[in-house]
């Protein structure tokens, strides 16, 4: 780890453990997503790499306001979202364990543990309410302007700024005479995918008139570093989101919308020569071909008898380029089994179905944009999963983006059950249960940005819960 990065290292522990959560949080973003990836320390054999410095940290400030304060850790409490998360990280590092059944494994693991579990209930832990939800995607626009401005010098010049603080030049990928772009990240793949799944958040700020100028500043952001990249699977990404944005007038029909996606692959299978998958070949946005990605799916699926129990380490031998795990639900049961794909699936699953729930809860009120956008970004990741697996600042942006979805969703879900209709003398009676949910201590748990109003009756609200 060279000095410069030491030093930001340390002044952002020093912000988790003592600042507030709102200035905590915004160091640990600019700190992780600002210095190159792979910057550590390495003690006794073990990895220390910023986000797990920082999480030690955040370790210590979690304990201290439990031991002294009582207060709870979590807005809510664990709600079923955080439980399948748990599950899916538990049940990949016993998976990693008994794949190799070593010391190393087992020290690899709870490295990995710590990566997910510290960092994802950090972020649970300074994430409170909507407010909170809102400050961070704001703290994400300078954040990507400085890569955004980096990218573009490296794709111009061929110089990594980075390269400064990394102790060491970084040698830019080439593809057809242009430069890919990859500034602090690992590669230029994980590094446009951070423009392009940050693309949704950013049209938010910009749609809710409270940031307008802070969301514009953001999308032009994630479109440079997204472009500056020059990787099919980011722009893909990139694209899928816009496409999704475009879809909210129809956004009451989307069980068509999904049916119809599924008879358009049937239709594919049927057609085809090849395996539906490999149409991934024909996605040919940034001159990448595709076929690595398609004959991993392709090979994943042949060998399903390999990985199905707790994963495999054999994958390499299973032809051309299938050592490199570009894809992150074939990653899940490389590294995982079945039992781990299926749990990260579910949380996909709960993930698209908490935010759908919000959404009719929240029909017709302004904060209805706010969970389309959530699930817009949603659909970018699991887009690009198809052609990467998260490993560097990729992994710390996707635990930071489900517990957005968890704030965010548990914040309206765990405050509709209090307006369940009263049975008084055969007439429904709503008088208890507003006096309940609009009292001053529910209010403040709804999702509403800063000084919005409270649900009233006779709003879009209260008439889809008369409904």
Known sequence: MTFVVLVATLLAVVFVLLLPKKYAIASILVVVFLTPAGQQILVGGLHFYVIRIIILAGVLRLLSVKLITGKPLFAGGLNSFDKAFCLWAFARGIAGMLLYRQIGAVVNQFAFWQDAFGSYFLFRHFLQDGEDVHRTVKVFV?????????????????????????????????????????????????????????????????????????????????????????ASTPITGFLAGILALCLWPIRKHMKEVRWSIVLV????????????????????????????????????????????????????????FTWDQCNQFAAEGLQGGLTTLVLFVLILRRGFGRIGQCMKLLEGDRQEWFFWCLGTGLFAHIIVFLGVDYFDQTRTLWFLFLAMISVATSSILSAAPVAEPQIEEGLVNWQIASASLYSGKQRSNVFPLKNAQPFKPGSSYMRKLDK
């Open 265 to 320: 692959v049937l239709g594919l299978a049927l057609v085809m020569k090849a395996p539906v998958w490999f149409v991934i070949t024909r996605i040919n946005i940034a001159g990448g071909e595709g076929w690595d990605r398609a004959n991993l799916i392709d090979q994943t699926i042949r060998h399903f008898s390999d990985w199905w129990l707790w994963g495999t380490n054999n994958n390499s031998k299973w032809g051309y």
């Open 142 to 230: 300078p954040v990507a302007t400085i890569l955004a401005v980096c990218m573009f010098y490296e794709h111009v010049t061929r110089v990594n700024v980075f390269s400064y603080f990394n102790g060491y030049a970084i040698v830019p990928w080439i593809r057809n005479g242009m430069v890919r772009a990859q500034g602090a990240s690992a590669n230029s793949i994980t590094a446009g995918v951070i423009g392009a799944t940050l693309l949704p958040l950013f049209f938010w700020l910009w749609k809710s008139g409270k940031a307008r100028s802070w969301g514009m500043i953001g999308l032009a952001a994630s479109t440079i570093i997204s472009v500056t990249s020059l």
